[in-house]
Each structure stands twice: as C-alpha cells, then as structure tokens.
C-alpha cells in the first residue's frame, strides 16, 4: 500500500496506510498507535496525529496539548494532605500536586505544617485530651446517678432496704472517686472500679 500523503487541506491524496497516534479527547492522554487506512479525500481521524509521542519515564504520561506531545506528571490514585489539614484527598486529574499540598501524612490530627513538615501542636493535643477526661469523668458519674436514683428516692422516703442502703453508699462512695479522679495526666488515669 502507497504512503499516505496530504493535500494543504490535510486530506489524502491517494489511498494508503499510515501510523496514527490516538489521544483522548478531554485530557489528551495518549491512548494507542495504529495501523489507519486512509482513502483518497479522507483526513486523520479525530483526536489523533502522526507524531509520535516522546517516551516517558515512571510516573508522568504522553499528552497531546496546542499540537504536540508533551510528558505530564500523573499523580492520579495517590492521596495528598492539604497543608491546611483536613482530610486526604484523592488525586483524579493529570499534572502536578495540587497547591498547598503534601504527600507527607500528618501522624495526629493536631499535627500542623511548618512549611517543610507536620509538627504536632502538643498543648492542642493535651487539651483534647484534658477534654475527653472530662467527658469521661461527667459521663461515669451520669451512669451512677442514673443506677442509684431509685434508691435515693427510697432513702428519702425510708423505705430502703439494708442491702440497697449498703449498694447506695458503694455507688456514691464510687461517684466520690471518680470526681476525685486527677484527669491532668490524660490519657494515663486511674479510674476507679465501678461497685459490683
């Protein structure tokens, strides 16, 4: 078969086979080489081109942009950190980083970026949690009251039995404990065990 050749108008002059270059039409990423035929009168198929695209090396890809090939970064499938914080996000479009970002995860959510790296902000981390302790703490407490509030009502009222009377003062002497509880060492506190 003849070598294709094209008139000024980029149609075939004679019939003929020739190598086309496909790339994709919205991000213009290379996507095959074939064998085309071309009849008389008959131009390149869309979104494609003679030229052959450059070898790339790992991690970039061929694209076709303003009528050449050129190696683009492809980053697409890893996560990156914005440096704001925040959750990860999934890189899905051809190119470079997204700005202000960073493929270096934080190791706590109260790591901030220092230009270079994640720095923990310790007094934010240690509030969090004195915080959490405190919760905690109000939240032991609740439970207690919410197991003994019967028989408070029946201490009040002199109807409680010896046996509830001797549980009542081993949940409260429990609730004495646990508000006694010294929180300024979170995570590490000695909570006291609940009365069976």
């Not at 439970?143 to 003994?148: L, V």
């Not at 409680?160 to 001797?166: F, G, R, S, V």
Request: net charge negative; aromatic share 8%; hydrophobic share 40%.
């Amino acid at each position: 078969m003849a070598k294709v050749t094209f008139d000024k108008n980029g149609l075939a002059k004679a019939d003929g086979t020739l190598t086309v270059y496909g790339y994709d039409a919205l991000t213009g990423e290379f996507t095959g080489a074939v064998q085309e035929f071309l009849a008389q009168g008959v131009g390149l198929p869309a979104c494609a081109c003679l030229t052959a695209p450059p070898d790339v090396q790992a991690g970039t890809v061929a694209v076709y942009q303003d009528g050449s090939w050129q190696s683009v970064p492809d980053h697409r499938g890893e996560a990156v950190y914005p440096v704001s914080g925040g959750a990860p996000v999934k890189i899905t479009a051809l190119g470079d980083y997204p700005a202000d970002t960073t493929t270096q995860a934080p190791a706590t959510a109260f790591d901030k970026w220092d230009g270079e790296k994640w720095v923990t902000d310790s007094d934010a981390q240690q509030q969090s949690r004195l915080d959490a302790a405190a919760s905690e703490k109000a939240a032991r407490v609740s439970e207690a009251n919410g197991i003994t509030q019967a028989w408070q009502s029946q201490l009040l009222l002199g109807i409680i039995t010896d046996a509830d009377k001797a549980t009542l003062t081993a949940w409260m002497k429990y609730v004495q404990a646990v508000q006694a509880a010294d929180v300024s060492g979170a995570p590490d506190i000695s909570w006291p065990e609940k009365p069976q």
